[in-house]
């Protein structure tokens, strides 16, 4: 279980967030949606321990890790895939998963590379091109492939699926499916409402900072004002 | 060779230093932080062994150690303190420390010389010594190219962020790089004033930093080898250049500029395209029965196409 608490963050003297409040499980997806500026990669930066928070707390397992350097983190299990399909370019698909598992035993990684290899068997046959040389849903991969090699419990995605060919941002979907069926827990920020509502199992809305909305994805489904906010008119008329 | 040897023993000593000066610039570059710090801290380590030998008449190696550990410490602290600037305000501050330990001599008074130097710092290091240090400094620097650490350093300067994010301490690799740096900083000005027995406020100046720059500009920031090409280039243009009398800095500059704008790989760039260009051409023409998937794995680096940072 992962918990953000009344966050509030901000930078010098702007309020980015003022008490957020969200939660992710092992097994399931969360998806998270608000407009830009709504401060949802500053949440998930300040609970990855990339930005300080001013208050509130991060629990993870009931452990408080609030303010806890980066690295630190990583080692309990909670691991971020910063937006923008971030990958090390010059570095291989290979030494990008090693980079990945810096905090993992080394004796482990063997194990957890084979199973990666397995999930996205493109990473197995690209092993020793460039990353940079991906293209753009193989890079979101290697950026999920690269998480997962730091075993981790929770895993956050900020926008797995911007600038994607849209057959890619299917495939993205459904590999964030199977990494929370793998009892991985998913706290995914996604613009594409639509594409994230069919594999969400709950969902929040945030707003300037603060959470106006949060219940399943079946809720969200059926209120109004989130779909008329993320899904547009049309949505709202044909299924009402 | 011995009469060549006598000859240009100086300048064969200078080569050593400028590499180590020139690899502590380079090696903080390497790890993503813009420092000068290295040539103030070339300073620190010249007039505390300097200063030792002279008035304490230590062993030159527990002067140059004492030099070194101080410098050190002076880069920890500066990493401490300037942890949050980055790209150019780094580099501005650090040139501002490096005319801060300038002035800071200059105005030293006896302990330092003044505005004249110390004088006298007479030693039996020699060739021999500086030499077999830059090899030991270079198998080093060489090994923290590969490998695991080779790896992170390559990650903490490509997206610093993101290595976080990875669970790499950023921070820590930082200070790493500030430390590197002093020691070697400190090395090569130790043995500079180890060699030549005098030290000055001009010998650790703006020029230092323009000159070990330009070395790493010219030979290559990415690998130790640009550095030692760079260094060798430097140290012996000067003497080819004679001729030319107060034209020498346009020349350099020509130079350092023609280098930034067609070859930012610097020469060993020019010199490791060259030589796989002249790999890929043997395989191609030697051994046509090997699949084309093997050929191309085997020439097109990865890091072959990246700038350096």
Known sequence: MFEIRDLHVSYGKVTAVRGMTLSAEPGKVTLVLGANGAGKTTTLRSAAGLHKPDSGSVVLDGE???????????????????????????????????????????????????????????????????????????????????ALMAKPKIMMLDEPSMGLAPTMVDTVLSSIRAMADSGIGVLMVEQNAEAGLEVADDVAVVARGEVVFSGTAKEARSNSSVLRAFLGEAALVSES | MTAWYDSNIILIQSTFVGLLTALSLQVPIRFGVFSFAGVGCY???????????????????????????LAAVTGYLLALVLSRLGGLYLGMATIA??????????????????????????????????????????????????????????????????????????????????????????????????????????????????????MIIVGGSRSWAGAFIGAVIFTW???????????????????????AIWVPGGLLGVITDAYRSWQRSRRAGGSSDVGPGDGDRGTVSPRAEGTPA
């Open chain 2, 237 to 259: 243009l000067p003497s080819v250049l004679e001729f030319s009398g107060q034209w020498q800095k346009v020349i350099y500059g020509v130079i350092v500029a023609l280098a």
């Open chain 2, 43 to 69: 300073g620190i380590g010249a007039y505390t062994t300097a200063i030792i030998v002279i008035r304490l008449g230590w062993p030159a190696p527990l002067a140059m150690g004492a030099g070194m550990l």
């Open chain 1, 64 to 146: 408080t890790i609030t303010g806890l350097p980066a690295h630190k983190i990583v080692k309990r299990g909670l691991v971020l895939v910063p937006e923008g399909r971030h990958v090390f370019a010059p570095l291989t698909v290979m030494e990008n998963l090693r980079m990945g598992g810096y905090t993992t035993a080394r004796g482990e990684t063997g194990a957890i590379l084979d199973r990666v290899f397995e999930m996205f068997p493109v990473l197995k046959e690209r092993q020793d091109g460039a990353a940079g040389l991906l293209s753009g849903g193989e890079q979101q991969m290697l950026a999920f492939g690269r």
């Open chain 2, 97 to 214: 420390f490096d005319l801060i330990v300038t002035v800071v001599v200059a105005n030293g008074g006896e302990l330092t010389g003044g505005p004249s130097g110390l004088f006298g710092a007479i030693s039996d290091v020699g060739t021999v010594h500086v030499a077999l240090t830059s090899l030991v400094v270079v198998v080093l620097l060489a090994l923290s190219e590969r490998g695991r650490f080779g790896r992170r350093v390559e990650a903490v300067r490509e997206d610093p962020e993101l290595a976080a994010a990875m669970g790499v301490e950023v921070r820590h690799y930082r200070q790493l790089a500030f430390v590197i740096s002093a020691l070697l900083g400190a090395c090569a000005g130790g043995f500079n004033v180890l060699l030549r027995t005098t030290i000055a406020p001009t010998d650790i100046g703006f020029s230092l930093v323009t000159l070990a720059l330009t």
